[in-house]
Each structure stands twice: as structure tokens, then as C-alpha cells.
């Protein structure tokens, strides 16, 4: 928890008009180098506006992120994204797009140290052989394994998914986790990922954190994940803890999403309380401050 | 099915054809002798009252003339009397001109008003009141001011080709998908770079639909110009063919004139095929 590598700092965003409208406000979270955070929540609750701030491309109507000690003031090549849908440019090839980032990253590059690094990431992402097609004679498995590849390629320092996999069938989804699993843990890549899917959080993230239900959502917990680093999807569901866990998210996405704020007015989201997830009942066992390791507290 | 589709349209198109013209022949053919006089007098009269054939020419006399036009399009016996060949390269030019200047014009003014907010509403009025303009209302606008009827008609031809290429310029451009512009951004890609690489591909075929609406525009008025300027080009020729009481050049010049229209759609058709790319 020292080492907070990202840290968002009291951001808050809001819509000015006639009735302006707060989508959340003083939204305090701090990531670690190497972390796998997955954000849950209902639509609505601004989690893409939280993805678009760390990402750049929207600012904050208050706050901050830091990230490696630098305020963030636009998009970087630091921080790629991977867009809900592939976003992929339609009148280039899967290299072309590929190497469109390669590109921008490194302007110096001659074009076949560019095709090079480009074609190590179609590989990485086993789209070799596909790499003259256009997007659209890609499924839509591929089309995201493309992005993936685009996103990779600039060795960013974080790597930002919007519901990655969400508009995908169960099955290429599936292969598409396990693929973005082997990568991230081989590379120690700091991600952060929004989901609507419990199973997809559970399987991915090291830390999954809840937000309750927007205008004025908060982050309300922190739960990490009991699973061990070394997880294997046939084995999950199999972890005497999975289940706890698995119920906990479950239970506040189906109730305690909207009734939190009004329950818990004493909620500090500078400290956003850190779930574990025991044998028998789950228990915060620390308040998680935005700067310091606070007290250790056993309370639901 | 697709081949013997294609074949039974062109056996249809020619049958079509072919009742056509043979409908027009006998509209148009000799009924015999109508009268009898002196040899002299016939001769003076001509066909249509000795032999009560119709003053409209039929399509035997159209190809005769036409197959005499293509054997010398480019013969040139002063002003009053060019080859079709000389006249329609006239209006070719005046058109291409006049298209050119507008698209330096319009392509990267489209781009401003679709970029920019701020210059699309402030612009648009102008543009509203302008586009409905008919091109040839200009005309002695510009004979006044250019003070030359050759410049006249390049401008007119530049005036109502410009709208179409503006106004789908600045549609294509402003309506570039936002993920695709994001993840320039998210790439460090600069202003000129973005739009060079995202935003004119994903606006490239509303452009080229702009420029091809454009084109035909542009075809349909340089007649019309040609008309009142006068001089030389094909607009000139169906006039003066028309105060010559040659309704068979008139008639081939309409022939030709269409015929050079859609050769031109054509060859954007085929550019904008270039860049339209499946989603």
C-alpha cells in the first residue's frame, strides 16, 4: 500500500446544466504497480467516466490522479486503453492498426523495425496469419484481440478496459480472459477494468473494488480477492472461498448498491474499507486510507 | 443467377432500345410524294412538304451526322463552326476549372466547420442562404465584376459546386466516431497527423459522395452558362444549333452531353470505391 502507483485523488465529476447533476464526487482509490483492479457496478454509475479521467480523455470537475508521481493532464502513450468496441480503424489492416500505434509511440522507427514489433504482438495475441485482413472480415473475438495487441504494443504503463469482452459470445470471452490472464501475469502489467461480470472479475482481478449506484456513487468496498495468483479457471469455482466471494459481490449488486449510501452515512471515502473474504462471514478487516494503513477493524 | 440477371437487364435495355428507335423511325419517315410540282419548287420546299416527312429527324439521319461528327471532332472553321470534339473540350475545361478551385476551397473549409463548433454555427447561415442560390443568378454579378464571360462561367461553375463538397466535408468530418478520434488521442497523435490518418479515411467517402453530387452539378450548369456567355463550348453549340434550325446537332449534342455526364460520375464512382471501406 506504499507503493501506490496510480492514485486517485478526490475526483469528482459533474454535468452543469439546468439541473446539474453529480455523477460521483470525492472518489478516492490507490493501485499498486502490477495490480489487476476490476471495478463493479450498475450501469450508470460512472465507472466509464472514472476509466475516461485515468485515461486522459476527460477531466475531472475536481481532483486528481497521479500516476508514477506525475498529475495526469491529457491521454498518453503511458496509459493504453482498450475500448468497449475494439475501436479498431476499418480502412487498415490488422498490421496497419497494430502498427499505427507502434508508430505513434516510437516516431523514429523505420517501417520494418515498426512491422516487426507490430507482428510480436498480433503473435502474443495468436492472430498470426491474420495480419493483411481488414476488421471487418474479423469476428468480433478477433476484432478485440487486435485491440488487445494495439494496446500491448505500446508497453503501457497501465492498461485501461472498458468492459473489454462484454459485447462477445460466452465462448470467445472465455478464451479472450484467459489469454488477457496469461499476458498480464507474464508481463506484471497494472490493469484497470471494468466489468458488469462477476465471474470475469473474480477469475481476473486481484482486488475488485463495488460502487453503488450513481448520481453520487461512491467507491463502498475494496474486496480481495482470496483466489491464488496461480488460479486456473476449471479450478475456481472449486475454492472453498470462491463461493463467499462470489455471494458477497452478488449481494451488493443486488441490493446493497442502492441502499449503501443511505445505510452507511458514516462512509469516508478517503478511507474505503478493505473486505476479506474469511470461511465464515466476510469481515473488513482494515479501513484502507488514502495515505496510511489504518486500524485494523472487524464490522459489517 | 447473378451473370444471367446481368444478361437478361442488357437483352431488356436493348430491346427497349430497339422499340425505341424504331418508333421514332416511323414517326419520323417519308409518307411519299405529298403533292405534285415543278421539280424546282421541290427542291426548294424540301422533304418535309414534297415527301410529308417529319421536321424532326430520325434516327437514320441522327447517326449519319453523328458518324460525320466523330470522323472530324476537332475540324475548326472559325467561330460558328467547330467540331464537337473542340466545344465539349471547352466546357471539360471551364468545368474542371471551376471544380478545382472549388474543391481547394470547399475541402479544407469543410474540414474547418467540421472540426470546429464555433465556426459551423457561425458559418451556417451563410452557407443556408448561399446553397439555395441558383448558380446562374450570379451570372451578371460576375460579368460585371470579372468583367470577362469566359472567367463568368468558371465562376459559376465554381459557385454551385462548392455547396455540395462544403456541406459534406462538414458532415464526414463532424461526424468522425468518437472512439476513433479517442484512440488518437490516447496515442499522442498530433492535430495534423490525426487528421491526415483518422479523421480524412473516415471522412473520405462523404467527401467523395460531396464531390461526385458536385460534378453532375457542375455538368448540368456549364450548358446553361454556355448558353448565355456564348463563344465556344458545347452549352454554345446546342444554341447556335438551335438558331441554325439544326435539331439533329441539337439532338446529338444532348446525346453527347449526357454521355460525358456520366463518364464523369463514373470516374468518381470508381475514386470513391477507393476509399469506402466495410464496417
Known amino acids: ?16 446544466g439546468a439541473r446539474s447533476t453529480t455523477i460521483f464526487e470525492n472518489l478516492w482509490l490507490g493501485m499498486a504497480r502490477g495490480e489487476f483492479v476490476c471495478v ?18 476527460d477531466a475531472p470537475s475536481e481532483g486528481a490522479v497521479i500516476v508514477d508521481g506525475q498529475a495526469i493532464e491529457g491521454p498518453s502513450l503511458d496509459r493504453a486503453v482498450i475500448f468497449q468496441s475494439h475501436a479498431l480503424l476499418p480502412w487498415r489492416t490488422v498490421l496497419g492498426n497494430v502498427a499505427y500505434a507502434v508508430s505513434s509511440k516510437w516516431r523514429r522507427w523505420d517501417r520494418a523495425k515498426v512491422k516487426a514489433h507490430a507482428l510480436k504482438y498480433i503473435e502474443l495475441v495468436g492472430l498470426a496469419g491474420s495480419e493483411h485482413k481488414r476488421p471487418s472480415e474479423l469476428s468480433g473475438g478477433m476484432k478485440q484481440r487486435v485491440g488487445i495487441a494495439r494496446a500491448l504494443s505500446i508497453t503501457p504503463k497501465i492498461m485501461l478496459m472498458d468492459e473489454p469482452f462484454s459485447a462477445l459470445d460466452a465462448l470467445t470471452r472465455g478464451t479472450l480472459q484467459d489469454e488477457v490472464r496469461r499476458i498480464c501475469v507474464e ?75 443511505a445505510e452507511t452515512p458514516d462512509h469516508d471515502p478517503r478511507k474505503v474499507p478493505v473486505v476479506k473474504i474469511g470461511r465464515t462471514e466476510p469481515t473488513i478487516v482494515a479501513s484502507k486510507a488514502a495515505d496510511s494503513d489504518a486500524p485494523q477493524a472487524v464490522a459489517r | 443467377m447473378t451473370a444471367s440477371l446481368r444478361l437478361r437487364a442488357a437483352v431488356v435495355s436493348i430491346v427497349l432500345l430497339a422499340v425505341f428507335l424504331g418508333a421514332w423511325h416511323i414517326a419520323t419517315r417519308s409518307t411519299g410524294t405529298a403533292a405534285n410540282m415543278s421539280p424546282e419548287y421541290a427542291k426548294l420546299m424540301g422533304m418535309t412538304a414534297t415527301q410529308g416527312k417529319s421536321a424532326m429527324p430520325g434516327p437514320l439521319d441522327i447517326g449519319a451526322k453523328l ?75 460576375a460579368l460585371y465584376t470579372i468583367k ?40 499522442e497523435v498530433g492535430n495534423i497527423r490525426r487528421a491526415f490518418t483518422v479523421i480524412l479515411p473516415a471522412a473520405a467517402p462523404t467527401i467523395l459522395t460531396g464531390m461526385r453530387i458536385s460534378i453532375g452539378i457542375a455538368w448540368l450548369v456549364i450548358v446553361a452558362a454556355e448558353m448565355l456567355v456564348g463563344g465556344t463550348g458545347i452549352g454554345y453549340f446546342v444554341w447556335n444549333e438551335w438558331n441554325n434550325l439544326s435539331i439533329t446537332n441539337v439532338i446529338i449534342a444532348i446525346l453527347l452531353i449526357g454521355v460525358v455526364g456520366m463518364v464523369l460520375d463514373q470516374m468518381l464512382a470508381r475514386v470513391s470505391r477507393l476509399v469506402t471501406f466495410p464496417e
Open chain 2, 67 to 141: 458518324w460525320e461528327h466523330l470522323r472530324r471532332p476537332f475540324y475548326d472553321n472559325g467561330p460558328n463552326d467547330k467540331g464537337l470534339g473542340i466545344q465539349l473540350a471547352y466546357s471539360l475545361g471551364r468545368v474542371m476549372l471551376g471544380y478545382l478551385i472549388a474543391v481547394a476551397i470547399a475541402i479544407p473549409l469543410g474540414f474547418l466547420i467540421g472540426m470546429s463548433p464555433l465556426m459551423s454555427k457561425a458559418l451556417d447561415p451563410f452557407i443556408q442562404i448561399l446553397k439555395p442560390i441558383s448558380p446562374l443568378a450570379w451570372m451578371p454579378l
Open chain 1, 187 to 261: 508481463t506484471g502489467q497494472t490493469v484497470f477494468m471494468i466489468t458488469h461480470d462477476v465471474d470475469e472479475a473474480i477469475y481476473l482481478a486481484d482486488k475488485i473494488v463495488l460502487m453503488t449506484n450513481g448520481p453520487g456513487a461512491v467507491l463502498a468496498e475494496i474486496v480481495e480477492n482470496p483466489l491464488p495468483k496461480d488460479r486456473l479457471r476449471g479450478d475456481l469455482h472449486r475454492h472453498p472461498l470462491y463461493y463467499s466471494l462470489r455471494n458477497h459481490i452478488i449481494d451488493f449488486l443486488v441490493s446493497r448498491s442502492k441502499t449503501f449510501t
Open chain 1, 1 to 16: 500500500m506504499t507503493d501506490k502507483f496510480i492514485s486517485i485523488e478526490g475526483i469528482a465529476k459533474r454535468y452543469d
Open chain 1, 40 to 57: 463493479i457496478g450498475h450501469s450508470g454509475c460512472g465507472k466509464t467516466t472514472v476509466l475516461n479521467i485515468l485515461a486522459g480523455l
Open chain 2, 148 to 187: 470577362d464571360s469566359s472567367l463568368s462561367a468558371i465562376f459559376v461553375i465554381f459557385i454551385c459546386s462548392v455547396w455540395p463538397m462544403l456541406i459534406n466535408t462538414a458532415f464526414g468530418v463532424a461526424s468522425v466516431r468518437k472512439e476513433w478520434i479517442n484512440v488518437a488521442r490516447t496515442l
